[in-house]
């Protein structure tokens, strides 16, 4: 009796350990840990974004005229958008755009593209906040606040009417906008570029902003350190070129 129970016991630990490590051996094949779960979630999510961020191929301008309207989207994947005038997000809080599109002439549009270019080699780039306008629009937003302090007039218009004038801030590569010291259509001294009684930082993000569009053929107004004109869009004609919004399917 003696004599063999040690070697049950033996035998009987060995086949534990062994139990132990097949059910161990068994975990490892069964259950994936969860760094592969998560490296395959990781793939699955990456393989996601890279289906639908396929850039539509750019158009080109070819012969167009200069004086045409054209959807900047169409031309440069490069620009950020936030169109304002087509959500309530404005100082006239109503949305006066059926869709959020940015058209401008196509001399606006070749200037823009230039300029975001210099922006770009130092790291940021164009956000509108507003394009050209149609004249309809215009009568829009007279309707909601017929003061010529804030809306142009639509009888005689203004240079967003005529494809020339654009609304604009910077982003950082991360697409956080650069402190411009207010907010876009803030009405007020503080909005004015000869207003100085700002931060460094401020000073120096209006300058780069008004320096690179000035030395690209646009010029920015005293009051308001978000709009710039196309030299050459002055002498166009105030229009009421609309473009079509996207059939909503709800
Ligand atoms: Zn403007």
Known sequence: MIGWQPKVVSLLLLSFLGLARCKKVKKKVDEPSKDIVEVLDDAKVKASVEVESVPVPLKEFGDTADTTFVRLADYSHDFVYDMRYATTNNFLKEKVYDCAECYVRTKTAKALIVVNQEFMKKGVRIKFFDCYRPNSVQHKMWKILPNPQYVANPVKGSIHNKGGAIDITLVDSTGIELDMGTEFDFFGKKAHHDF???????????????????????????????????????????ADFTWDCPVETE
């Open 196 to 238: 100085m009684d700002l931060p460094e930082t401020v000073l120096a993000n209006r300058k780069l902003l008004k320096e690179t569009m000035e030395a690209n053929g646009f010029w920015g107004i005293r009051t308001e350190w978000w709009h710039y004109n196309l030299s050459a869009g002055s002498n166009d004609r105030v």
